[in-house]
């Protein structure tokens, strides 16, 4: 068995969550054993996790777990239907299609939230007393039942949640305390597990807890996916060996190729510091960044594995769409990190080229003040019939984008892999990206499958994708694109797997 260790399954996940979901789907066609355990707690996770194609086996969530709901199957539980409430008494009251409030003798004593995605499905209900101030929240599990109860201090803040199992009992309960003018949760209480009430500090020890428990009943192989859960996975009591996966560079300076300690990235240096001994090895994408880590850490072993894996029989061109337009994709995060500016700049450069080139920008911000920059930028440059921002995709809508795109672009600083260069490359669709450590440098062949360029040298950028649009050779042939892949070939990718024991 394979454990592999994250955060959560968000709505919208980062490369490190989309690799985590890839790698379960390859370890099933495979027919290697496995799952998805998350820390965090979210009442959508079943629901968020069934957008990404994954069965409730995939994975275990730590709160479902203590709250005995892992195998839950999913009932309606739509607010006009529901008995939350004695209708004889109580009215119901739309506001619009997302929320409604509930109203006693005209006085509003709740207010109720739909799910996201549903029709009329109670996703959050908040109370409020005679003041009109709001007292509590009761979170429904996407699955149709109430999960959580959240009561707030008097200036709206968490003082104490209460989860419950499915017969509405309390298994725990989270203290929130003012530290320095803050509020903290101070302590995370397990209620009759296994005939005992069981403290922690901590949502991490928490967490450790729980992975000893999943390993007393079945033992496997442990793979922690995120930095931020290190300390947590070393700490974890076990004969079982465990491995850090680093989805990302691990240097500040990954342009000179530097990987001395003080170059290492500071959410980083406990597991090569304090917490090497507690792991069995390191797990990077690419053979160039297993070397460079080699150099400077060889105390312990570092292994070469591909973090996203493909069906490399065949490409995905039989249905690739010839579009009038121009199209320039962009598929990934959209944070300052990886310089949409920059390529605002390189579709004007084209635009003098291609009057009706497109560049699309499918994902999410990493924040209101940069999509507000970002947004103002487009209108200032004149880009606003050039600039599509398409939001979050995933599936056929997802697919159609790399079906209709001429090429992908990547302006980022660097990149441990780059999952948008091996899923245009099962398109046969030309990648050009900066000429950074570490992915894009092994498998973009310019000319071939697309184009390296000096990092902020934007006409060559330019230039490059001018070309490819304007010359049917270019970067045209599937036998480039077929040995691109090949590294990623999901019956390669379970090879590589089994050197991890």
């Known amino acids: 068995m394979y454990y592999f260790v994250n955060e959560n399954i968000f709505t919208f996940n980062s490369g490190t969550e989309f690799s985590a979901i890839n790698r379960q789907k390859m370890f099933k066609k495979n027919q290697l054993e496995s799952k998805i355990i998350t820390r965090n707690y979210n009442n959508r996770v079943h629901a968020d996790a069934k957008d990404h194609g994954l069965t409730d086996d995939d994975f275990i969530s730590m709160y479902d777990f203590f709250q005995e709901t892992t195998d839950v199957k999913r009932k309606h539980n739509k607010l006009r239907y529901s008995d939350i409430i004695d209708k004889r008494n109580y009215h119901i009251v739309g506001v619009d299609n997302n929320s409604s409030l ?8 709740a207010k109720v939230e739909i799910a996201p995605g549903t029709v009329g499905e109670i996703g959050t209900v908040t109370y409020y007393d005679r003041f ?51 509020v903290f949760p101070t302590m995370y209480k397990l209620l009759d597990y296994k005939g005992k009430n069981l403290r922690f500090n901590t949502e991490d020890e928490l967490f450790t807890f729980f992975i000893q428990e999943l390993l007393a009943s079945k033992e496997g192989v442990i793979i922690n996916d995120r930095p931020s859960l290190i300390e947590a996975v070393a ?36 597991l090569f510091g304090k917490f090497i001994k507690n792991y069995s090895g390191v797990i990077v994408p ?5 070397q460079e880590l080699q150099k400077f850490f060889n105390s312990i072993s570092i292994y070469n594995i591909t973090d996203f894996a493909v069906d490399g029989s065949k490409l995905l061109d039989e249905n690739k769409h010839i579009s ?21 700049k390189i579709t004007q450069l084209v635009k003098a080229e291609f009057s009706n080139v497109k560049l699309h920008l499918v994902g999410y911000f990493g924040s209101k003040d940069y999509s507000d920059k ?38 980022g600083n660097s990149d441990a892999l780059n999952i948008s260069m091996v899923e245009a490359f099962t398109y046969k669709t030309p990648f050009v990206c900066y000429d950074v450590n570490y992915g894009p440098r092994l498998f973009v062949k310019n000319g071939k499958n697309g184009y390296l360029v000096p990092q902020g040298k934007f006409n060559d950028f330019a230039a490059d994708i001018i070309n490819i649009m304007k010359s049917t050779d270019e970067c045209n042939d599937d036998n480039d694109y077929l040995e691109s892949i090949r590294n990623f070939d999901f019956h390669n990718f379970a090879q590589q797997w089994h050197k991890v024991i």
């Open 286 to 290: 690419t053979l160039q960044q297993k």
């Open 102 to 109: 509930i109203k006693y003798h005209g006085n509003t004593v």
């Open 324 to 344: 009038d337009d121009k199209n320039i994709l962009y598929i990934g995060r959209l944070f300052e990190d990886r310089h949409i500016e920059h390529l605002l």
């Open 374 to 411: 970002i947004k103002k930028q487009i209108t200032d440059m004149k880009l606003d019939d050039n600039v599509v921002i398409e939001g979050y995709q995933l599936g056929e809508k997802k697919a159609k984008f790399y079906k209709d795109a001429d090429v992908v672009v990547s302006a």
């Open 235 to 270: 700490n974890v009591q076990t004969t079982c060996h465990k491995y850090q996966f680093l989805h990302g560079p691990h240097t500040t300076d990954a342009n000179l190729g530097g990987s001395k300690y003080g170059k290492v990235y500071d959410n980083l240096r406990p």
């Open 132 to 182: 009109g101030n709001e007292t509590s929240k009761d979170l429904y599990d996407s699955r149709g039942f109430k999960s959580k109860t959240i009561y707030l201090h008097p200036n709206g803040e968490t003082g104490h949640e209460l989860l419950y199992n499915l017969d509405g009992k309390p298994v725990m309960e989270i203290t929130h305390m003012f530290i320095d003018g803050k």
